[in-house]
């Protein structure tokens, strides 16, 4: 499914001036405070690993978007990163005019320094191959600086852009350990050793999960994929027979009733798809009931009694189970339950569990990560579960070629 990727241990380490790409996009509160440190948790193996071997590391990341809530600098990550690391994070308020420039030539072995947001380039926004962004203005002024670039952002690897594919057409690259592990995860999906393969696939992203059920239909990855959300929907109506009004209502409402024959067509190529046997619905009148899927009887919000029982039977014998998108409301403590459930039930089936990151990786709690694998990243996961290339490995793959000489 996914090509060899150089990693850290395809060179040495040893004394280099490393730059390293990594994914510090955490949610914020209004003041700028972090709330969810878990994305820069999870980077530093990567960043001990590389002062371990007396390397001089600056680290690159984005926050947030232009124009929107969360897109700031990055001075309060710097200070959770020296916490957990137990060294300084130094920290410039620059991405690559002069003080950035000072500060990296300044950098001496086992230092840290982070960069400013790099999306303040306005280069970072802009989509385009990585031969053309090897020309930008930040890889041309940053990359001379360097010896090695090492990957570690997964959860950007969908994206085109200069600090994720320019670097690795003109320095030597590898990945590092969070993006390891993520393709490893997405290796064992495609794994002969895995099967049956179960697809538990939720949510309100109905147009992507089609895109992901067309895909493992298509290359034969699934033996069963369980919908619930708003999935879940699209497909009773694709179905066919009586549509409740409740449920018509819900597609219309959300603009799903277009996604229908799509849905259609997918049924009829012979997708293992299963829906559920029930629902918890909240009626007209705010009460919260249980009704069967032939006759939803309210708004759903999550799945039923008896699809839960059903679904944990289907994942019992399965070797592999991903989990993308929940079953139900869960903003609404109340409708939890659903996902709580199925995730419980892969946990006891014994499979490699692979969770599609979000919400649902909060709730696995301390699951032991040799039977889980809780994904950083839901853009980049959805678009290679839908069986396209990220532009990050194509990058990846290009550097190996030109500067490791590995064979494609």
């Not at 200070?79 to 690559?96: I, P, R, T």
């Not at 049924?267 to 798809?273: C, I, N, Q």
């Not at 069986?387 to 793959?397: D, H, M, N, Q, V």
């Amino acid at each position: 499914m996914l090509p060899r990727l150089p990693t850290m241990k395809d060179v040495s380490l040893e004394k280099l001036r490393v730059l390293v790409r990594v994914d510090f996009n955490v949610p914020l509160d209004p003041e700028g405070r972090v709330l969810d440190d878990s994305r820069i948790r999870a980077h530093l193996p990567t960043v001990k690993s590389l002062l371990d071997s007396d390397c001089a590391v600056v680290l690159m990341s984005h926050q947030g978007r232009p124009g929107e809530e969360g897109f700031s600098q990055l001075g309060p990550h710097a200070e959770l990163l020296s916490k957990y690391l137990g060294v300084e994070v130094k920290f410039v308020e620059d991405v690559m005019g002069p003080a950035a420039l000072s500060e990296i030539g300044k950098l001496g072995r086992g230092e840290v320094l982070l960069l400013d947001n790099v999306r303040f380039v306005s280069e970072e926004l802009v989509e385009a191959p990585p031969e053309v962004h090897a020309k930008s203005f930040l890889v041309r002024r940053l990359a001379p600086l360097f010896d090695l670039f090492v990957f570690d952002a997964f959860a950007t690897a969908h994206r085109s852009q200069p600090s994720i594919v320019g670097f690795p057409m003109v320095l030597r690259s590898v990945v590092g350990l969070v993006m390891e592990r993520e393709v490893e995860a997405l290796r064992e999906i495609a794994s002969v050793e895995r099967t049956p393969r179960v697809f538990l696939l939720g949510g309100a992203k109905v147009a992507d999960t089609l895109r992901i059920v067309e895909n493992l239909t298509r290359n034969r990855l699934a033996d069963r994929i369980l919908t619930t959300g708003l999935v879940a929907l699209v497909f009773h109506a694709a179905r066919g027979g009586r549509i409740s009004e409740h449920l018509l209502r819900v597609l219309e409402e959300r603009g799903l009733m277009t996604l229908v024959p799509r849905a259609r067509r997918i049924l009829l190529s012979g997708a293992p798809v299963d829906v559920p046997l029930d629902y918890i619905v909240v009626r007209d009148d705010g009460v919260v009931d249980e009704c069967p899927a032939r006759d939803i009887c309210g708004r759903p919000v999550d799945v039923g009694t008896y699809t839960i029982q059903m679904y944990a039977e289907l994942m019992r014998e399965a070797k592999l189970v991903v989990m993308r998108g929940p079953a139900g409301y869960i903003e609404d403590p109340r409708f939890r339950n659903g996902t709580e459930a199925l995730i419980s039930s892969a946990l006891r089936s014994g499979a490699f569990l692979i969770i599609g990151g979000g919400h649902l990786g909060a709730l696995v709690g301390d699951a032991p990560r040799d039977r889980v694998h809780v994904s950083t990243g839901g853009g980049a996961l959805l678009v290679a579960l839908a069986g396209e290339e990220l532009p990050a490995i194509r990058a990846l793959r290009e550097s190996a070629r030109k500067f490791l000489g590995w064979s494609l």
